[in-house]
């Protein structure tokens, strides 16, 4: 596509697998007066304090480079926060959560900036994506999951073209050079700064990640060798393991013999993982659950925790601060990647502390 989008002509049903090159170093070119109107389209709300912080840049900017840089400066300079719980924003959000809340995460940084560069009379336009990933250190490869998703900008220059900036990395650069790793146990409070480190793994939770490691590897593998390769490559294969004897019928046996096995250790060894470590998460979090229940709020069938602390809030406002932290807690432990023995203590004190 024009904007160096790759769009398939009908929706993915399948897996597919293509080759592409990257090039780092270009230039998109002069715009044509449609992208040029596009660029710097603006709402009709834009405020005169907005209008006169983007003025004091231009006067002090000799190139829009230049002017580019003092919008970055302005995000690094001024109180900003990463969050992931950002306030509640009203008509004008990009205004409001410039000089007001000054919290929010990628999409409020891009669109902020963007609507400022068109401000100043520099195209520019919002990308989405994703930014990093996970090396698969047993394959080789990168594993890139939807936690990745992000959202930057691109501002137009004479003589180089779309050129990509991102105003998250001037507020959080941990953001764009770390694993998205952060820690729950704060609650669910609006307007929380996410602190971002590195979480301490146990022995228990190295291993699963390497359970896990191992088998997207060979996932990839039985893709990229079994399911996608020539009869060429399928020979040296065998060659390689000593199987050229596999034949025909023979071969079909010996490859669903082992993948039976292989899904059958796959099998057991989640279930042993999930004994270990899930198990009583789930049991203090069906706990809590009976106790909301006797207190006249029964969880839904259909109902993620998420929206069972909404609910519970909206009924019971006096619940929602010891709420709000068995409920963080718990998708930390259960769905994300938080762990560790100080955090499982912290959710069954709680739970045994909760009387509502």
Same mark, same amino acid.
């Given at each position: 596509?024009?904007?160096?989008?790759?769009?398939?002509? $009908?929706p993915s049903g399948k897996?597919?697998?293509?080759?592409?090159?990257?090039?780092?170093?270009?230039?998109?070119?002069?715009?044509?007066?449609?992208?040029?109107?596009?660029?710097?389209?603006?709402?009709?709300?834009?405020?005169?304090?907005?209008?006169?912080?983007?003025?004091?840049?231009?006067?002090?900017?000799?190139?829009?480079?230049?002017?580019?840089?003092?919008?970055?400066?302005?995000?690094?300079?001024?109180?900003?926060?990463?969050?992931?719980?950002?306030?509640?924003?009203?008509?004008?959000?990009?205004?409001?959560?410039?000089?007001?809340?000054?919290?929010?995460?990628?999409?409020?940084?891009?669109?902020?900036? #963007?609507?400022?560069?068109?401000?100043?009379?520099?195209?520019?336009?919002?990308?989405?994506?994703?930014?990093?990933?996970?090396?698969?250190?047993?394959?080789?490869?990168?594993? #890139?999951?939807?936690?990745?998703?992000?959202?930057?900008?691109?501002?137009?220059?004479?003589?180089?073209?779309?050129?990509?900036?991102?105003?998250?990395?001037?507020?959080?650069?941990?953001?764009?050079?770390?694993?998205?790793?952060?820690?729950?146990?704060?609650?669910?409070?609006?307007?929380?700064?996410?602190?971002?480190?590195? #979480?301490?793994?146990?022995?228990?939770?190295?291993?699963?990640?390497?359970?896990?490691?191992?088998?997207?590897?060979?996932?990839?593998?039985?893709?990229?060798? #079994?399911?996608?390769?020539?009869?060429? $490559?399928?020979?040296?294969?065998?060659?390689?393991?000593?199987?050229?004897?596999?034949?025909?019928?023979?071969?079909?046996?010996?490859?669903?013999a082992a993948t039976g096995?292989? /899904?059958?250790?796959?099998?057991?060894?989640?279930?042993?993982?999930?004994?270990?470590?899930?198990?009583?998460?789930?049991?203090?979090?069906?706990?809590?659950?009976?106790?909301?229940?006797?207190?006249?709020?029964?969880?839904?069938?259909?109902?993620?925790?998420?929206?069972?602390?909404?609910? /519970?809030?909206?009924?019971?406002?006096?619940?929602?601060?010891?709420v709000g932290k068995i409920?963080?807690?718990?998708?930390?432990?259960?769905?994300?990647?938080?762990?560790?023995?100080?955090?499982? $203590?912290?959710?069954? $004190?709680? /739970?045994?502390?909760?009387?509502?």
């Amino acid at each position: 596509m024009p904007d160096f989008q790759i769009i398939g002509s $009908q929706p993915s049903g399948k897996r597919y697998r293509y080759e592409i090159s990257s090039r780092l170093n270009y230039n998109t070119g002069a715009l044509t007066e449609e992208e040029r109107q596009r660029g710097l389209q603006l709402p009709d709300n834009i405020t005169a304090r907005m209008r006169q912080l983007v003025q004091t840049w231009r006067s002090a900017s000799n190139s829009n480079r230049t002017l580019v840089n003092q919008a970055l400066n302005y995000f690094r300079r001024e109180p900003f926060y990463y969050t992931l719980y950002p306030p509640l924003l009203d008509d004008n959000p990009a205004d409001q959560f410039l000089f007001e809340t000054r919290r929010g995460f990628c999409e409020h940084y891009a669109t902020s900036f #963007v609507t400022m560069m068109r401000v100043a009379g520099v195209p520019a336009r919002i990308v989405t994506g994703y930014q990093g990933g996970e090396i698969n250190p047993m394959g080789g490869h990168l594993i #890139v999951r939807q936690s990745d998703a992000h959202a930057w900008a691109e501002v137009w220059l004479e003589n180089l073209g779309w050129v990509r900036t991102d105003p998250t990395a001037a507020v959080a650069p941990e953001r764009i050079e770390r694993p998205f790793e952060f820690d729950f146990d704060e609650g669910l409070a609006p307007g929380i700064p996410i602190n971002f480190g590195s #979480v301490e793994s146990d022995f228990l939770k190295r291993f699963a990640k390497q359970v896990r490691f191992g088998v997207d590897a060979m996932n990839a593998s039985w893709h990229r060798w #079994v399911l996608g390769y020539s009869m060429e $490559q399928q020979g040296r294969l065998m060659d390689l393991l000593g199987l050229n004897f596999l034949k025909g019928a023979k071969l079909a046996i010996g490859m669903i013999a082992a993948t039976g096995l292989l /899904i059958l250790l796959i099998s057991l060894l989640l279930w042993l993982r999930a004994r270990e470590k899930l198990a009583p998460v789930q049991a203090g979090y069906l706990r809590f659950c009976r106790r909301m229940e006797r207190s006249g709020i029964p969880r839904l069938a259909h109902e993620g925790p998420r929206d069972y602390f909404q609910r /519970i809030g909206a009924k019971r406002a006096d619940l929602k601060i010891p709420v709000g932290k068995i409920i963080a807690l718990y998708i930390g432990l259960h769905y994300g990647r938080l762990d560790g023995e100080k955090s499982r $203590q912290r959710f069954h $004190q709680l /739970i045994r502390a909760f009387r509502p």
